[in-house]
């Protein structure tokens, strides 16, 4: 879980850095041209208002990259000041597993929960205190059930982050900035088409990230490694 929190902060943090790189351009464009009089204070400050969110965004972000790096050195028994390796990136995951053995293995896993409940409380272990049989098969069965209806939602959000909306939100942005070029499109419009651009892809991101983070606890509740 650590892993995908990790790895989609850090992809994150690259999509905003790429995003300020060109921001601070316009910024810097927006300044010159306020200063020629060929832009309006309005739009001048909203470049310089717009890059300042982002850092402020930047700066978030990094800290809760600090944060997961301390925490996967503690996982892994390194000292918590080291630098966390890069990491491969998150690729979309589509839910492809065995219900059954998933929904066995988890219905173990809690009757063995329940029964150590029971002898820690020092009460005789009985069917009834256990929930019953049908009782955990109906608990394992919405378990995964769910767990199969999420990691398939997830996957298919991003999927359409990737194939769709994030080509229509660059191809959108390619066409703002020629029209600016040519004097058929405002300031303004290319700021919020360049910040739709770079939110769209953090939020592509952030899905990968979850569901990574699910399979990964799916993994840890069950003791079944899925692919």
């Not at 890059?51 to 925490?71: A, C, D, M, P, T």
């Not at 569901?211 to 003791?223: F, I, M, P």
Request: hydrophobic content about 35%; aromatic content about 8%; overall charge negative.
């Amino acid at each position: 879980m650590t892993f995908a929190e990790l790895s989609s902060v850090r992809a994150r943090i690259e999509v905003i850095k790429q995003s300020l790189e060109l921001l601070r351009r316009m910024v810097l464009t927006s300044t010159g041209l306020y200063g020629e009089g060929k832009l309006d204070q309005g739009q001048a400050l909203q470049a310089q208002l717009e890059w300042e969110k982002l850092v402020g965004n930047l700066q978030f972000l990094e800290k809760r990259e600090k944060i997961y790096s301390i925490r996967m050195n503690v996982l892994t028994g390194a000292p918590t000041e080291n630098s966390v390796p890069i990491l491969q990136p998150l690729q979309e995951y589509r839910p492809d597993f065995d219900s059954r053995t998933m929904m066995e293995s988890y219905r173990s896993r809690r009757f063995l929960e329940l029964f150590q409940q029971l002898i820690r409380q020092e009460t005789q272990p009985t069917g009834e205190g256990l929930h019953g049989s049908d009782s955990l098969d109906v608990e394992a069965d919405a378990f995964i059930t769910v767990v199969r209806i999420s990691l398939e939602s997830l996957y298919q959000q991003a999927r359409r982050y990737r194939t769709s909306i994030i080509p229509k939100a660059e191809l959108a942005h390619s066409i703002r900035l020629e029209l600016y070029k040519n004097g058929k499109q405002d300031f303004s419009s290319l700021i919020e088409g360049l910040l739709y651009l770079c939110e769209m892809r953090s939020e592509y991101q952030a899905l990968l990230g979850e569901a990574h983070g699910l399979k990964a606890r799916v993994e840890y509740l069950t003791g079944v490694v899925i692919d």
